[in-house]
């Protein structure tokens, strides 16, 4: 191979092999004010995210301050007044084609049957329809689906609809995955059902490993293994109110500070062993003292975010 090619594929290699899956690096996102035209309104500001490859970040903040912008960012599908995002050491332009998005909302097409929302992704990644229907399959089995596949999102639970909505991002086989508050409208128990699921497809070595092939990765498995973190396991950005959620899932919890001008204000490493029940860790005593201490930093956040939307809406 010509030297120069070699320095290339070098310079190529070092960076995929970053060890940060995601990069928000001062983040700064300012809109026009939706009440007054004239004026702009500055969300985000100053915002520096990092998370590494395997690992389960979540972010807590009051609402409307600005969490939804920042994963937006992360996705591609908003770009930041300034600032930049990386990718595996790569600035991103364009959409994030390396992250799956799960939303607050269903996402699913009502028009198509269970197995055909999963299957759809696939097929526009080019995946015979054989081929994608037997993985689709295969998704609905590992999210407790088997023998839905034919029900129309309007003939499912909340709960299986996000089931779905979990399949479909999995499938994809996505070395990033990021979740906008994806189970805040189910009920409790269903809920904590979901998170346990989560978690337990998230830890599994090789989820996601017979996913599509994807231009320019091998086709045998749709990917290389992620750098750093354990083999296979997907970096996770999770964005939340639940401060409980967010401890019990997460190896990190990130604190956003209430809006405008939105930025971290605090960082908590949750050492809680894995693997972890969501409903079960919540009893445990480092779970509580961790919980005071970010509720600490938070609790004062939470009141003006909350004075704030008391004001929008007089
Ligand atoms: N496209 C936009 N144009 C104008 N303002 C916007 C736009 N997107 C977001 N905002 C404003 O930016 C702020 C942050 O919004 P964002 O949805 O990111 O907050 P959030 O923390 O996700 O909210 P919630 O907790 O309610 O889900 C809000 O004041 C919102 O009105």
Known sequence: MPARLCRV???????????????????????RAKDAPGQRYTAVAGTSLRV??????????????GKSTLLNVAAGLLEPTSGAVKVFGQPLSGINTRAGYMFQSDALMP??????????????????EREARAQ?????????????GDRYPHQLSG?????????????????????????SALDVQTRQLMENEVLELWAAPG?????????GLSPSGGGREAPGGQQGQKAVLFITHDLDEAIAMSDRVVVLSAGPATHP??????????????????????????HA?????LRDEVLKGYAQQLKKAA
């Open 9 to 31: 594929f070098f310079i190529l290699l070092l960076a995929d092999m970053s060890d940060d899956a995601l990069e928000l690096i001062d983040i700064s996102c300012t809109f």
């Open 52 to 65: 590494r490859a395997g690992e389960f970040v979540s972010v807590v903040g009051p609402t409307g301050c």
């Open 111 to 128: 028009w198509r049957s269970a197995l055909a929302n999963v299957m759809l992704g696939l097929q526009y990644r080019g995946v015979p």
């Open 136 to 148: 689709a399959e295969q998704w609905l089995t590992r999210v407790g689906l088997a023998g839905f």
């Open 159 to 183: 709960g299986m609809r996000k089931r779905t909505a979990l399949a479909q991002v999995l499938a994809l086989d996505p070395d990033i995955i990021l979740m906008d508050e994806p189970f």
């Open 207 to 215: 989820a996601g490993r017979r996913a599509a092939p994807r231009p």
């Open 265 to 290: 204000i605090g960082e908590f490493v949750i050492d809680l062993a894995r693997p972890r029940d969501v409903a079960e860790v919540r009893t445990h005593p480092r779970f509580v003292d961790l």
């Open 293 to 297: 201490q970010i509720w600490g930093v």
